[in-house]
T-cell receptor, first 113, second 113 residues
Framework: QKEVEQNSGPLSVPEGAIASLNCTYS??????FFWYRQYSGKSPELIMF????GDKEDGRFTAQLNKASQYVSLLIRDSQPSDSATYLC?????????????FGQGTTLQVKP | ETGVTQSPTHLIKTRGQQVTLRCSSQ?????VSWYQQALGQGPQFIFQ???????GRGNFPPRFSGLQFPNYSSELNVNALELDDSALYLC????????????FGPGTRLTVL
C-alpha cells in the first residue's frame, strides 16, 4: 500500500463545473496536508494546506480533511480551462522532525471549454 | 513566484558523470529540502538541510549528497550518474519555525544518456 494514494485520472470536467480531487493516506498520525498544482513542465505550486478536520476555503478552492477516514480532498468550484494541471496531494509524516513530505502520484485534471 | 531559484534549468550528462545542482532559498528561509520527480510520478524526498546540517534523508544512496551554505543556498551533488537519475530535481525552502509549508523552486531537468 502506498503511503499517499491518488487516482491518476485524467479527471475531465466541463468548464464551470465542480472538480473533486481525492487523496487517501496510510499513516493515521499524519498532521499536515497539502495540495500542490503542477502545470506540465513546471514545478509544484502550493494551493492550500490543512491541519484540522473539516473544510478550509480559499477562493474557488476548498480542502476537506477527514482524519478518521484518512482522507483529504480538494474541490475546485467554477472550474476554468486554466485549472487544467496535475494536482499533487502531500502529507507530512508525523514521526518526522523534518519537513519531509510524502507525495501521491498526482491526479491530472482536464477542464473542457 | 516563490523566491526560490535553481540553476541550471536543464542539464544533459552521460552515465558515470557527476553533477552539481544549485538552489537559492527564499529570503529568511533556513531550511531546504531536495526532491526528485520522475516523469509521471510525485516528488520523492531526497534530504533536508537545516543550519548547514543534514537533518533528514529519504531512500536515496550515498552518491546523492548535499551542502547548505551560511546564506542558506544549497547544492545537490550526484556522483556516478545512472540512467534512472533522469528526472526533475526540485528544491523547496521553508522557515523552520513557520510551520510545514514548503515553497518549490522551478526545478532542474536532468537527462542522463
Amino acid at each position: 500500500q502506498k503511503e499517499v494514494e491518488q487516482n491518476s485520472g485524467p479527471l475531465s470536467v466541463p468548464e464551470g463545473a465542480i472538480a473533486s480531487l481525492n487523496c487517501t493516506y496510510s499513516d493515521r498520525g499524519s498532521q499536515s496536508f497539502f495540495w500542490y498544482r503542477q502545470y506540465s513542465g513546471k514545478s509544484p505550486e502550493l494551493i492550500m494546506f490543512i491541519y484540522s478536520n473539516g473544510d478550509k476555503e480559499d477562493g474557488r478552492f476548498t480542502a476537506q480533511l477527514n482524519k478518521a477516514s484518512q482522507y483529504v480532498s480538494l474541490l475546485i468550484r467554477d472550474s476554468q480551462p486554466s485549472d487544467s494541471a496535475t494536482y499533487l496531494c502531500a502529507v507530512k509524516k508525523p514521526s518526522s522532525n523534518t519537513g519531509k513530505l510524502i507525495f501521491g502520484q498526482g491526479t491530472t485534471l482536464q477542464v473542457k471549454p | 513566484e516563490t523566491g526560490v531559484t535553481q540553476s541550471p534549468t536543464h542539464l544533459i550528462k552521460t552515465r558515470g558523470q557527476q553533477v552539481t545542482l544549485r538552489c537559492s532559498s527564499q529570503s529568511g528561509h533556513n531550511t531546504v529540502s531536495w526532491y526528485q520527480q520522475a516523469l509521471g510520478q510525485g516528488p520523492q524526498f531526497i534530504f533536508q538541510y537545516y543550519r548547514e546540517e543534514e537533518n533528514g534523508r529519504g531512500n536515496f544512496p550515498p552518491r546523492f549528497s548535499g551542502l547548505q551554505f551560511p546564506n542558506y543556498s544549497s547544492e545537490l551533488n550526484v556522483n556516478a550518474l545512472e540512467l534512472d537519475d533522469s528526472a526533475l530535481y526540485l528544491c523547496a525552502s521553508m522557515l523552520a519555525s513557520g510551520g510545514d509549508t514548503q515553497y518549490f523552486g522551478p526545478g532542474t531537468r536532468l537527462t542522463v544518456l
